[in-house]
């Protein structure tokens, strides 16, 4: 799938040069109609659909779904509210990763790996009424034209990442020069569009008569297969929020309406803390899991200690807010920087070890930090499957 995936990122990049942005208006339907066009059929080339009864159930849901989707005006938090009538598709891709996505346009691929996790139409309905959200209020086109032209292929890999499967190793090959390493600014919009999906989602499925509690449910039952560490690739983990945030937010959406839903005990999030260094006067560290990460010293060219502190602390946030495993840690000691998610998280500067030791034994400590961190985070999660309620009043 990932492979498959590479080249339609390929692809895209070759269109969007084609397709100037800044002229593209926010009405342009046809561009985006003709670009999910090319991306499907270059995705469709190389893979093997199921059909039958499955691919029949996923259809039926599904247009039922997209009919709400282009009738009923629901305001975007990310992308554009206007209703269109795009002709929805919906396929069911024989793979075994636990993932699904759509193509600007309105074509929607759910693989059957993600389809042996549904009990109910409920909960597949919740899957579907997701990735047509991300079509109906126009995400990545959204994505495209808010980049400066000299940000477009951070917003390529921003696209790849919507589709949930794109591996940050192969894209960073096509995407080297492009600043793909700067996940924190490519997060925003990823992060943005897919809450957004949600929440939408829901309001679809309220209006189309199905529960949004087995969206909830489902998006529990995937979180436990994660942290059992199931050993089918979970798509949907590598760049959507992490589950517990998506239900904490959903939950208080259906709240405010008056929905009463159960949610489990939702985790209180592990988070970074940038404190005064013991001793070090105008020096300040970044403490996670109650483990001191770096003490980040002045530097000459004037950034101070506590700026860089902050900035380590929000990348630390980022990376345990949209999941992350011990495995994506990463010391490349030439370079003197700890990767965390293929993202630089820290640089060991000469005035770092002026005041604080050698490189290697810096780098080494960061990590075993953050590798720390990750499984405190992952305890905290495990002990939170607890059954909790969201009630508001009707």
Request: with cysteine.
């Amino acid at each position: 799938m990932c492979f498959r995936l590479f080249h339609i990122v390929v692809l895209l990049i070759i269109l969007v040069l084609q397709i100037c942005p800044s002229a593209m208006t926010e009405n342009d339907l046809e561009a985006e109609r003709s670009l999910g066009c090319r991306l499907a059929a270059e995705f469709e080339r190389n893979v093997t659909f199921v059909t039958g009864p499955l691919a029949d159930r996923v259809t039926r849901i599904g247009e039922r779904l997209a009919q709400i989707a282009t009738s009923h005006l629901v305001l975007a938090s990310y992308g554009s509210s206007e209703p269109c009538n795009f002709r929805y598709k919906f396929k069911v891709v024989k793979d075994s990763d636990v993932n699904a996505f759509s193509l600007p346009g309105g074509y929607i691929y759910v693989n059957s790996g993600l389809l042996e996790m549904i009990d109910s139409d409920d909960e597949l309905a919740g899957i579907l009424a997701h990735e047509i959200a991300h079509a109906a209020h126009h995400h990545v086109m959204t994505i495209l034209k808010d980049q400066k032209s000299v940000e477009k292929y951070i917003a390529l890999a921003t696209f790849a990442s919507i589709l949930g499967s794109a591996r940050g190793a192969d894209l960073q090959n096509v995407l080297v020069g492009a600043e793909f390493l700067k996940l924190g600014r490519q997060n925003q919009h990823t992060m943005a569009a897919e809450e957004d999906a949600d929440c939408t989602a829901v309001e679809y499925m309220l209006i189309a008569g199905y529960n949004p509690q087995a969206f909830i449910d489902l998006l529990r039952k995937l979180e436990k297969k994660q942290d059992a560490g199931l050993k089918k690739p979970l798509g949907i983990f590598q760049t959507h929020p992490a589950p517990h945030k998506r239900i904490a937010y959903l939950a208080q959406m259906l709240a405010s309406k008056g929905i009463r839903v159960e949610t489990g005990l939702l985790p209180q999030p592990i988070r970074a803390r940038v404190l005064p260094a013991d001793g070090l006067p105008d020096v300040y560290q970044v403490v996670v899991g109650g483990k001191v990460v770096f003490v980040p010293a002045e530097l000459q060219s004037g950034v101070a200690s506590k700026e860089r502190a902050e900035e380590i602390a929000k990348r630390i946030d980022w990376a345990l807010e949209s999941g992350v495993s011990s495995v994506d840690v990463h010391v490349d000691l030439d370079a003197s920087t700890l990767f965390l998610k293929g993202s630089v998280l820290l640089t060991i500067e000469p005035e770092d070890e002026q005041i604080s030791g050698r490189r290697d034994f810096l780098l080494q400590r960061a990590k075993n930090a953050m590798i720390y961190a990750i499984w405190a985070d992952l305890v905290n999660r495990c002990n939170s499957n607890h059954q909790d309620t969201v009630v508001a009043k009707r």
